[in-house]
């Protein structure tokens, strides 16, 4: 139990980094938007700050398209990143 109250503020500190991706495809460009420069801000030299932002948009309506082409049964986010992953393996973009 003492380990897990040691983790909380790094569980803490990662949720309130990276939660809102699971919600990605519900937020519109200006939250989005907002998301990317909380994570650009946070790590500067790992993240474009000027392309970040506009491909998470992007990708979030691929996201959407994607779910919505498929029944709510066969739109998982495993099938997502399987159509991501071999878009970018293949080169069919």
């Not at 948009?57 to 998982?76: M, N, P, V």
């Amino acid at each position: 139990m003492n380990s897990l109250i040691a983790w909380k503020p790094i569980y803490s500190t990662v949720c309130a980094r990276f939660g809102l991706l699971h919600r990605l495809m519900n937020l519109d460009s200006s939250e989005i938007r907002e998301f990317a420069n909380a994570l650009i801000e946070a790590y500067p030299d790992d993240l474009d700050r000027f392309d970040f932002a506009d491909e998470l948009i992007q990708f979030a309506k691929f996201a959407r398209k994607h779910i919505c082409a498929r029944d709510e049964k066969s739109g998982t986010s495993v099938e997502l990143y399987r159509d991501v992953h071999c878009r970018f393996c293949s080169g069919h973009l």
